[in-house]
Structure formats: structure tokens, C-alpha cells
């Protein structure tokens, strides 16, 4: 998600996510956009001071699924179809010590 997708999301009141579920975008009563990591309250700014560089990359964020999908908390998916963690194209990952 660009800047603006992320701004008119959250301003519309859609849940918009970084990286993971732990971490919700969200807009302060100051009017500006933090990123909060829900376990401890740790928070950041979305932008760097400038304003116009996010504080992560622009596929890491992503909006919330419907209900539905709450229902099954394992289904959250990135929009690029990859999970966290996940190696690029659906590679499967050998566990430690196995590795070439």
C-alpha cells in the first residue's frame, strides 16, 4: 500500500496493518498517523519527519480481512500472497541446520 492508500484507509475507518496483526495504523487525536505494536503500546510514526518516506515498505502494510476471516486468525494474508517469513515464491524454508 502507497502513503495515500494507507492515510484514506485508516481515515475510512478500515483497520490497516504493518507487517503483521500485532502492529495497527491508526490515526491520533493530533492527527497524526502512528503505527502502534498492540502488545506493549510501543509506537512510531508512520513517516520519517519528512512525512513522505514510510517507516517500513509499502508491501509490509495491509488491511484487516472481513469477519470471516477473524474467524480463522491462521488465514491472515499479505496482499503480495506471501506470509511472514515465507521465502520468496512459495519456497520451502529448511529448518536450522539443514540449510546449504
Known sequence: ???????????????????NTSYIVHKDGLGQYLITYVPNGSCIGLTDRSGHRLNGKEAEFFVAQSKDAAENPGSQSRPDGQERGAAPGGAGAFPLGQQL
Do not use: E, S
Not at 1 to 16: E, F, R, S
Open 1 to 19: 500500500m502507497t502513503l495515500d492508500d494507507i492515510k484514506a484507509a485508516v481515515d475510512a475507518g478500515q483497520t490497516v496493518h504493518w507487517a
